[in-house]
């Protein structure tokens, strides 16, 4: 370094952090909607990363050949699958469509008019009234809504193909952006960032891969029992239960609503009994079903235990579920638990303890015969999974 040149003094260099700390700030909250795009991207990649990781484990691909493999077959699975069910589908998804709205014409009609019980009369009918006009605007849109509709639509096909693109860049640079980001930490301490990163994704993995499982198991376990039942619909039924799996503590709700809304109207097609009783079964059948999946299915295939209280779960998903939709009910666990990690990091580098637990470390490392010097394994050339 020459004289004449000079490093920048504290005062100045915590003033340029924090301006570039603000600056950063606004810009999450100028272009929030952009950020939750790049969010919907990164999660969708973070999905199908490991079948990229898979083959440059078992193959010599590289990276760029194993992320267009796996990228491009997953564009044609998402585009292949519906269409090639669709006809399937179709149907019962008709038979589900038409008794909600079936349902919700004659709950309309039941509150149109004043309800007596028990010698008290109450009054709904505005309520009824609400209902109606919604089902309308769904159901029939006026002519001088549609250029806003398809203004609507054409915005939300731009984000999806910011979302299209952005996957692919993620699962293409992300090692790039990983160590880029390790190593905005000052040296002395890249290696608790490189540690901290393999316990952020092991906790990740471990939610995902049990979702996924419990969504499939879900699925077809509920598509069995309501085809056993004769419910209509029963696969789209069961589609739908494992779908809304993803959801938690929301999503069962949604899916016993659904059922037991069918079963109201459409009865059994072989029970010999009234659909009220029909769908008094089909509620206490979901609730055994869910029930066994809560406390014998999904620790079982979780397999670790977030170690989270419960009732402080439910809370952050209701909050989640306002506030950003499905979308916040599904990452609003894992990111809990990564909060979880990120704090007792901080805990204990605080309190001058080491700073990770050592009964932990074997849940985040390699086995022994696969675990490389810490300098070799981000910058080694041949080390291209995530």
């Not at 079936?102 to 309309?108: G, Y």
């Not at 193909?161 to 190593?183: A, C, D, K, T």
């Amino acid at each position: 370094m020459s004289s004449n040149q000079k490093n920048w003094n504290l005062p100045f260099r915590y003033t340029v952090a924090l301006i570039l700390f603000v600056a950063f700030v606004a810009l999450l909250f100028y272009a929030h909607e952009a950020v939750k795009t790049l969010i919907i991207a990164a999660f969708a990649a973070y999905l199908i990363s490991p079948a990229v990781g898979y083959l440059l484990a078992r193959t010599k691909l590289s990276r760029t050949a194993a992320v267009n493999i796996v990228y491009f077959s997953a564009l044609i699975f998402l585009v292949g699958v519906p269409a090639t069910l669709t006809p399937i589908f179709f149907d019962e998804i008709k038979i589900v469509a038409q008794d909600l709205l079936d349902l919700s014409s004659e709950v309309s009609g039941t509150l149109s008019e004043p309800v007596q019980f028990g010698g008290m009369v109450f009054h709904f009918e505005q309520l009824g009234e609400s209902l109606s006009h919604v089902q309308d605007a769904v159901l029939t849109p006026l002519p001088e809504e549609a250029l806003a509709l398809l203004e609507t639509t054409s915005v939300s096909v731009l984000w999806f193909l910011v979302i299209i693109v952005s996957v692919h860049l993620f699962m293409s640079e992300w090692p790039h952006m990983r160590q880029g980001l390790i190593s905005l930490a000052p040296v002395e301490y890249q290696d608790d960032m490189h540690e901290l990163y393999n316990r952020l994704r092991e906790v990740w993995m471990a939610y995902l891969r049990g979702q996924i499982v419990l969504m499939v198991v879900v699925g077809i376990v509920f598509t069995i029992a309501w085809t056993i039942m004769g419910i209509p619909g029963a696969l789209v039924l069961g589609v739908l239960a494992g779908l809304f799996t993803l959801i938690p503590d929301v999503g069962p709700f949604l899916a016993v609503a659904v059922a037991v809304a069918v079963a109201l109207l459409e009865g059994s097609s072989w029970i010999p009994l009234s659909n009220t009783l029909v769908a008094v079964i089909v509620f206490l059948v979901y609730l055994v079903l869910i029930n066994l999946k809560n406390f014998l299915l999904r620790p079982y295939i979780m397999g670790r235990s977030l170690h989270m209280n419960e009732a402080l779960i439910f809370i952050a998903i209701m909050i989640a579920t306002i506030l950003e939709g499905i979308m916040g009910a599904l990452l609003v666990v894992p990111l809990m638990a990564s909060v979880i990690v990120i704090y007792k990091y901080l805990q204990r580098r605080i309190l001058g303890l080491p700073p990770f637990e050592e009964d932990d470390v074997h849940q985040f490392s390699l086995p022994a015969h696969k675990i490389k010097p810490r300098s070799h394994i981000f910058i080694n050339k041949k080390n291209k999974n995530l």
